[in-house]
């Protein structure tokens, strides 16, 4: 990598556990072109490599969280701090989910949180070594509402080396910002998913007076090197042949229109605000 002892960290890529609700003014560190320089890439990673007081100050047992309400998590290092999500229902703020290196898939066997369903700012995922799927982890997260973004984007994964699928069957609405997937050479099933009926934001004026498509999605693995959805999942809009889906498993469910912005149930019912 460049050498980056000249460049400083801008202080809104990377929120830590413990600021302020509100966002402040943010720093563009992703392109919505069709080119990402380098330097955003090492601006980022920069931010990320210095570690969270979320993370310094962990420690190995965290208490069940009766509440069911989270405030925003730094879950870095070692998978045994995933502990921190345990029994939170709702997460306010956002999650992180960073640098752990040299972590077996095996270690993720027996994590899961069924209890997640909403997180209210963004989700963060950047080199998680042997995480392939967010299935087991968040099976029923349904809600991500960009009340804080990671620059323009409410869900991010970026250099997940060994991430295979998202699997975010549940995931429904992300009500502000749009997504950013780069450098996952591994990730399948994002070009199976209609981004736009999940973010429906992602294309207002809604950020900063900005208009038009908000999602990044570039160098993944390619999608004609990936398995295809089952064909009873829902056709893409305008295809006859494309499907919809995050797994050979699960279809992406897709809310009828009379929600409007609000998620919908496994039976298509419209959720309440």
Not at 151 to 161: G, H, K, N, P, R
Not at 264 to 270: E, K, L, R, W
Request: aromatic share 8%; charged share 20%; with cysteine.
């Amino acid at each position: 990598m460049e050498d980056l002892s000249g460049f400083s960290a801008p202080s809104d890529c990377l929120r830590q556990p413990g600021d302020c609700a509100r966002p402040r003014t943010r720093t563009t560190c992703f392109g919505s072109g069709d080119d990402v320089s380098w330097l955003c890439t090492a601006l980022l990673a920069l931010a990320l490599l210095t570690p969270s007081a979320a993370a310094q100050n962990a420690t190995d047992t965290v208490p069940f969280n009766r509440t069911g309400v989270c405030r925003s998590l730094d879950i870095r290092n070692s998978v045994e701090q995933f502990n921190q999500l345990e029994g939170c229902q709702v997460i306010e703020g956002f999650l992180q989910i960073v640098l752990i290196d040299r972590a077996d898939p095996n270690e993720y066997d027996n994590l899961t949180f069924p209890e997640l369903r909403e997180v209210t700012g963004y989700i963060l995922l950047y080199r998680v070594h042997g995480l392939r799927s967010l299935a087991k982890l968040f099976p029923n997260l349904s809600v991500i509402r960009g009340n804080e973004l990671f620059s323009d984007y409410a869900l991010v994964v970026f250099e997940m080396l060994h991430l295979q699928e998202l699997g975010l069957s549940s995931l429904t609405d992300i009500l502000r910002g749009g997504v950013y997937f780069v450098k996952n050479p591994m990730l399948c099933y994002i070009d199976t998913i209609d981004w736009d009926l999940i973010a429906k934001q992602s294309q207002s004026s809604d950020l900063e007076g900005k208009k038009g498509q908000m999602h990044f999605i570039r160098n993944n693995k390619r999608e004609n090197e990936c398995p295809i959805c089952p064909r009873d999942c829902p056709l893409m809009v305008g295809s006859q042949d494309n499907h919809l889906c995050w797994s050979p498993q699960h279809c992406q469910k897709v809310c009828p229109e009379s929600c409007g912005n609000r998620a919908c149930d496994a039976t298509g019912a419209c959720c309440h605000d």
